[in-house]
Structures are given as structure tokens and as C-alpha cells.
Nanobody, 119 residues
Framework: QVQLVESGGGLVQPGGSLKLSCAAS????????MGWYRQAPGKKREFVAD???????NIADSVKARFTISRPNDGDVVVLQMNNLTPEDTAVYYC?????????????WGQGTQVTVSS
């Protein structure tokens, strides 16, 4: 079974930092793209950042100045460094892995980890 294990969420004060990690296992092949999405109460799920095999990186404009994405050794682990957090960053953050299949793609999602930014 494919599993995406997320860690690093929690409660932080405004201006603080968190580092989210996601490790994928059980894939037939290594993930082509791994990244993060988030969903706040009453809002749709939105893209945050991802990293594609070979070094490609994408970060949403809304967080580009404060977040960074990395993929150590180009493996099936992705790390989201979140700095200068604001209450607007409060959401459930979901890890996503995309795997190439014989025809098309397979997408997998983590359980989600809560990030709360509050005084």
C-alpha cells in the first residue's frame, strides 16, 4: 500500500516557522512530483509548492516570499520550510505524490497535518 507520512505540523505564533516533511513509500516507481496543498475552513484546497524529479521547483505566488520547497537527494521525500507565518496560513496541509503509470498517472494523498498560527 502506498503511504505518505507527514510530520512537522503544530501550533506556532505569528512570525514563527515550521518545517513540514513528507515521505512516500510503497510506490512502484519513485514519485515524479511531490508537493504540498492546503485547505482552510470554508475554502477550497489550494496548491502551495511542489518539487519534480530532476530539480524542478514551484511555489505558489501567495507564499513564494516566505516558503521554500526542497527534495533531498531527488528522492521520495519533500520538505516545506515555512517562515514568517501569519494566521492566514492556518490550514490542513496535505502532501501529494504523483507517480507515472503504464498509462497516465497515479496520484496519492497524505492524511493531512494541521498548521495553526495564533497568539
Amino acid at each position: 500500500q502506498v503511504q505518505l507520512v507527514e510530520s512537522g505540523g503544530g501550533l506556532v505564533q505569528p512570525g514563527g516557522s515550521l518545517k513540514l516533511s513528507c515521505a512516500a513509500s510503497g510506490l512502484t516507481f519513485s514519485a515524479y512530483t511531490m508537493g504540498w496543498y492546503r485547505q482552510a475552513p470554508g475554502k477550497k484546497r489550494e496548491f502551495v509548492a511542489d518539487a519534480t524529479k530532476g530539480g524542478g521547483l514551484n511555489i505558489a505566488d501567495s507564499v513564494k516570499a516566505r516558503f521554500t520547497i526542497s527534495r533531498p537527494n531527488d528522492g521520495d521525500v519533500v520538505v516545506l520550510q515555512m517562515n514568517n507565518l501569519t494566521p492566514e496560513d492556518t490550514a490542513v496541509y496535505y502532501c501529494k505524490a504523483e507517480e507515472v503509470a503504464s498509462v497516465g498517472w497515479n496520484d496519492y494523498w497524505g492524511q493531512g497535518t494541521q498548521v495553526t498560527v495564533s497568539s
